[in-house]
T-cell receptor
Framework: GAVVSQHPSWVICKSGTSVKIECRSL??????MFWYRQFPKQSLMLMAT?????????EQGVEKDKFLINHASLTLSTLTVTSAHPEDSSFYIC???????????FGPGTRLLVL | GDSVTQMEGPVTLSEEAFLTINCTYT??????LFWYVQYPGEGLQLLLK?????DKGSNKGFEATYRKETTSFHLEKGSVQVSDSAVYFC?????????FGKGTKLTVNP
């Protein structure tokens, strides 16, 4: 149990376009979902925390107008990278939690390349 | 703020060798400590955890002991297998979020 999927697994887009990444908890209801960004040879950096039906809480330095997060249901959260630029190219990982922040189940990640 | 430092990789070992991946942390309060593993093409999976000082987490032959005096949580395995090849992340829970180290890539050769 506790499977989290992400779609797409990788995406290439042109600069200036928007890209949406989905994160789904397949066999449980996730009250909280987390979005991380991982640079090569770097740790996972938390971008934002979202609770179902509430606005996401963004970490310091993360542009909320750039990275739109929607958590409309207990099994789905989306991250939209708006007006993407090459510097947004990265590996984006989501995780989902039933309750405690300590128990997070991670998706396989989405690799974004902006040309 | 809270932080985790783990040894730089990559680490390459032969099958049945002993593994140690060092991890130290800086935190306020008393965080829980974790090791996550990421196999190729998959998401991070919790490998083991410890919630208080002197606790030992163990799973699949891996062990790590929460050492408060040295603020460490080193990962060890007595005899690695090819199937252990993966990226290992040390993490702590603090301030309502997980803080990760940079990850250590382990390759085990037959």
């Amino acid at each position: 149990g506790a499977v989290v999927s992400q779609h797409p697994s990788w995406v290439i887009c042109k600069s200036g376009t928007s890209v949406k990444i989905e994160c789904r908890s397949l066999d449980f209801q996730a009250t909280t979902m987390f979005w991380y960004r991982q640079f090569p040879k770097q740790s996972l950096m938390l971008m934002a925390t979202s609770n179902e039906g509430s606005k996401a809480t963004y970490e310091q330095g993360v542009e909320k107008d750039k990275f739109l997060i929607n958590h409309a249901s207990l099994t789905l959260s989306t991250l939209t990278v708006t007006s993407a630029h090459p510097e947004d190219s990265s590996f984006y990982i989501c995780s989902a939690s039933r309750q405690a922040v300590e128990t997070q189940y991670f998706g396989p990640g989405t690799r974004l390349l902006v040309l | 703020g809270d932080s985790v430092t783990q040894m730089e990789g990559p680490v390459t070992l032969s099958e049945e060798a002993f593994l140690t991946i060092n991890c130290t942390y800086t935190a306020t309060g008393y965080p829980s400590l974790f090791w996550y593993v990421q196999y190729p093409g998959e998401g991070l999976q919790l490998l083991l955890k410890a919630t208080k000082a002197d606790d030992k987490g163990s799973n699949k032959g891996f062990e790590a002991t929460y050492r408060k005096e040295t603020t460490s949580f080193h990962l060890e395995k007595g005899s690695v297998q090819v199937s252990d090849s993966a990226v290992y992340f040390c993490a702590l829970s603090g301030s309502e979020k997980l803080v990760f180290g940079k990850g250590t890539k382990l390759t085990v050769n037959p």
